[in-house]
């Protein structure tokens, strides 16, 4: 079946430094991926989705210099937090449609700021 | 305004049960339905999916009721196990434009030995 690879699964970096997060399609290619977050306790938020070869398109309030997507390749989009606080710690999951029915999800990167 | 409503927000059944969690939508355009499992620490992975020309589908334990008219569709997990203790999730989009897919707000299931 369609997989989806993300990396890293766990990050801590230091408050002020950026991080960067992967999501790689392995074995389809994916023109378009969607980057999440999700609260403790809570439901997914779309954020951003990442088109392959042109700008993300960013949901409202989702800052764009914060939150850098950029989509190099059809099998690879990647999430940048920048200058990350501790607010912006939380768990970041990707997601592609590979053509069948329903989105394939990565296994999610959990962030934390300190 | 949350597009799809889900409920419960906990569930708690002994091994053996049948638990049912529920969701409502509004946007009659919505014209694909999965269901998301997921575990802690872990991305959502596809559990079962329906589409509106079908009032139920069954895929193993896990069966999806579709009522359109009522713009409702549950999700009935089968002689439920502790290995099915997940967060569950419903979802909705408008399958020719995966642009947006909304999300439930989740039912954090316990199925107990």
């Known amino acids: 079946g369609a997989v989806v690879s993300q990396h890293p699964s766990r990050v801590i970096c230091k408050s002020g430094t950026s991080v960067k997060i992967e999501c790689r399609s392995l074995d389809f290619q994916a023109t378009t991926m969607f980057w999440y977050r999700q609260f403790p306790k809570q439901s997914l938020m779309l954020m951003a989705t990442?088109?392959?070869?042109?700008?993300?398109?960013?949901e409202q309030g989702v800052e764009k210099d914060k939150f850098l997507i950029n989509h190099a390749s059809l099998t690879l989009s990647t999430l940048t937090v920048t200058s990350a606080h501790p607010e912006d710690s939380s768990f970041y999951i990707c997601?592609?449609?590979?053509?069948?029915?329903?989105?394939?999800f990565g296994s999610g990167t959990r962030l934390t700021v300190v | 305004q949350q597009q799809v409503k889900q409920s419960p927000q906990s569930l708690i059944v002994q091994k053996g049960g049948i638990p049912i969690i529920n969701c409502a939508y509004e946007n009659t355009a919505f014209d694909y339905f999965p269901w998301y499992q997921q575990f802690p620490g872990k991305g959502p992975a596809l559990l079962i999916a329906?589409?509106?020309?079908?009032s139920e589908k069954k895929e193993g334990r896990f069966t999806i009721s579709f009522n359109k008219s009522a713009k409702q569709f549950s999700l009935h997990i089968m002689d439920s196990q502790p290995g099915d203790s997940a967060t569950y999730f419903c979802?909705?989009?408008?399958?020719?434009?995966?642009?947006?897919?909304?999300f439930g707000s989740g039912t954090k299931l316990n199925v107990k030995p």
């Open positions: 979802a909705a989009s408008i399958e020719y434009n995966f642009n947006k897919f909304y």
């Open positions: 990442s088109n392959e070869g042109s700008k993300a398109t960013y």
């Open positions: 997601s592609a449609h590979p053509g069948e029915y329903g989105y394939t």
């Open positions: 329906i589409r509106p020309d079908v």
